[in-house]
């Protein structure tokens, strides 16, 4: 007669055919499901039905035991956005654009607003030589040594400083076309050591605003001997 199953010298039974690796198995009985001739066809099944999930291209690489592809150590290629995401990389592609422009647009309106400045000082003080004039010639008869008059002349002053206006041009300035008009050449004492053309009268002082000149300093020059 047959038995059902066979026993070995210890009495333990073995269900079905003994396979590779029963003895350390944790099941019952040492069965290992993977040595389970089914387990193969079950696998594949799996992963067929991955890359109906997942196609080719979107990213997800899958072997045929369903883990992830292991090998080469590439990274895996990402999915292209669509939907929701695609709509708001769009739209964050579009703020930055438009932050852009806006700091380009501010840094051409801060230049423009300063040059705009500059301009109407320069109109006002130029409208304003005449005075300043009379101002330079009282002062230079000594009619400004003290009093209202001088007083107010200070405070004009004080407020063209303000503004970035500066007075320049003074007897023993080396003479310079780029910020002196010589009126007149005349025969003079230079200061010794002298060896260019130098200024010796100031006939109208000159004014700049920071580093443009407004009006040249009229000037009375000699040349060294």
Do not use: C, W
Not at 205 to 224: F, H, N, Q, T
């Amino acid at each position: 007669m047959t038995h059902g199953h066979e026993h070995d010298a210890e009495g333990r039974g073995h269900h079905g055919p003994a396979h590779p690796g029963d003895s350390g198995s944790a099941e019952p009985g040492g069965f290992d499901e993977f040595d389970h001739p089914d387990f193969a066809d079950i696998a594949a099944a799996a992963a067929a039905s991955l890359r109906e999930e997942h196609p080719e291209g979107t990213g997800i690489p899958v072997v045929s035991d369903g883990t992830a592809a292991q090998g080469d150590g590439a990274e895996p290629s990402l999915a292209p956005l669509t939907g929701d995401a695609a709509l708001a990389a769009e739209r964050l592609e579009d703020l930055r654009r438009l932050q852009a422009e806006y700091v380009n647009y501010k840094k051409r309106v801060d230049r423009d607003r300063s040059v705009a400045r500059d301009q109407g000082i320069s109109h006002v003080l130029e409208s304003m030589l005449p005075v300043l004039d009379e101002i330079h010639l009282a002062r230079e008869h000594g009619d400004l040594g003290e009093g209202p008059a001088a007083t107010i002349v200070d405070k004009l002053e004080a407020v063209l400083a303000k503004l970035g206006i500066e007075r320049f041009g003074a007897a023993g300035d080396e003479f310079d076309p780029n910020h002196h008009e010589a009126l007149m050449r005349m025969e003079a004492d230079l200061p010794e050591g002298a060896t260019t053309t130098t200024v010796v009268q100031v006939l109208q002082p000159g004014y700049r605003l920071g580093e443009r000149i407004v009006r040249a300093a009229r000037v009375a020059v000699a040349d060294p001997q």
